[in-house]
């Protein structure tokens, strides 16, 4: 692996412009553990901010407005802790109170993609966050609202627009669920064990363990399945002539696939932060202007006794950002600086401080390499104590709630400014 914080991701032409998400089960993790872990690769210039939204109740017959249309609301929504573009309601990965986290991935398939608003992929994640108790629960609310309502509108708030379906993996302390698209159809695969990956390409085949119900006679009446063989749906309902960002893609799936074969049986928070930082296999990303603009890594113990602690950095380049634990407490101290301003108007400058503050001292590092390895050398200390201490707290079996747990992400995110700023 490279060294995590020692340079800039490589640019890897052709630009891939999406994401990876990872996730590992007992046997393929360390511990008796589920580990999850996503990168946001987003236009270069959109930033990605870190909320938390406390647990709601609503009246009966309330809607909520998602980035684009509104929908009727749930009478009450789960805790939830989202890395999101600024600029929209939904989000690219998160968390929620019960320990369920999903991540999206973009997808062209031989379903055009839809002119009309509908809910994005990002409005998905959610609300699959904010509605489903188990990973299970959260596949039944995206799947029913996408046949409700459809998906589509623009993806990205300024030019070139850029709209898809989407792929997700959702995953609880027991289980984890790939869920494919192709507009308002949908299949899905439960994974139990071991290891898996997904990237910017269909990869259900032949084993389905949910299905829209007219999947198959919608695949028959187009003539992508013949009706009689085995039904595979990556196979039906692949892109015949996909984008290039899609073939792009590929090397970065067969990268991630690689590195967690080479991890199988070992994989933790800190190897998958690895994973995120590789940069010969494109999952660090910077180039044709996108690049990773956010990541996060999640450790979920199969002991329910037990907190799901939630790493994000709120900041680009994972190979220079800090991974900071969230953990929901009785009581969360919110942490504004990783808040955006917020306004309809797409010239609103919405970098919030730890991402400006980010900015400038990368650009400082620049001017001075000597302060600027310091700094580096200082900011892998902070992260490791973090996970030192995580990894403690887990094997002494603190109890869910107890001592400090709602302030650790304030606490950290407050250091890391500190010591840009000093």
């Not at 809910?119 to 609202?145: F, K, N, P, Q, Y």
């Amino acid at each position: 692996m490279d060294d995590p914080l020692s340079a800039p991701c490589d640019p890897a032409p052709p630009a891939p412009r999406s994401c990876d998400c990872f996730v590992a089960l007992p046997p393929g993790s360390l511990a008796d553990q589920v580990v999850f872990g996503k990168n946001s690769d987003r236009p270069r210039d959109e930033v990605q901010e870190v909320v938390y939204f406390p647990a709601a109740t609503y009246p009966p017959g309330s809607e909520v407005k998602c980035t684009y249309i509104e929908i009727p609301q749930a009478e009450r929504t789960l805790a939830v802790v989202l890395s999101r573009p600024a600029w929209l309601w939904g989000a690219e990965m998160g968390a929620n109170e019960r320990g369920v986290c999903i991540g999206n991935e973009a997808v062209w398939t031989r379903i055009p993609v839809s002119e009309e608003d509908a809910l994005l992929g990002m409005d998905l994640v959610r609300l699959g966050l904010e509605r489903g108790s188990t990973a299970a629960e959260a596949l039944h609310v995206i799947t029913e609202l996408l046949e409700q309502h459809g998906q589509g509108g623009a993806c990205t708030q300024g030019p070139p627009h850029l709209s898809y379906h989407n792929t997700f993996l959702l995953a609880d302390r027991t289980e984890a669920w790939v869920l494919e698209t192709a507009g308002r159809l949908w299949a899905a695969q439960r994974v139990t064990a071991g290891v898996k990956n997904i990237s910017n390409q269909l990869c259900i085949g032949t084993q389905l363990d949910a299905e829209h119900v007219g999947l198959r006679e919608e695949a028959q009446a187009r003539g992508w399945w013949d009706g009689e063989g085995e039904f595979s749906f990556n196979v039906a309902f692949s892109h015949e002539n996909p984008p290039a960002r899609m073939e792009a893609a590929k090397k970065r799936y067969r990268g991630g696939t690689e590195l967690l074969r080479q991890h199988d049986g070992s994989v933790s928070a800190e190897v998958l932060m690895q994973i995120l930082r590789d940069r010969p296999s494109g999952i660090c990303m910077d180039s044709g202007g996108f690049r990773t603009q956010a990541s996060m890594v999640s450790i979920l113990p199969r002991d329910p006794s037990l907190p799901c602690v939630h790493f994000l950095t709120a900041t680009p380049d994972p190979s220079r950002s800090v991974f900071k634990p969230f953990v929901f407490a009785e009581a969360v101290t919110p942490a504004p600086h990783t808040v955006s301003p917020q306004g309809g108007a797409e010239h609103v400058d919405r970098q919030h401080e730890l991402y400006r503050a980010h900015q400038d001292a990368l650009s400082a590092m620049e001017r001075d390499p000597v302060w600027g390895s310091r700094l580096q050398e200082t900011l892998r200390e902070l992260e490791q104590q973090c996970l030192s201490d995580i990894t403690a707290l887990l094997q002494e079996g603190v109890a869910r709630g107890g001592g400090e747990l709602g302030d650790l992400f304030f606490d950290c995110v407050d250091t890391e400014m500190k010591f840009y700023l000093q």
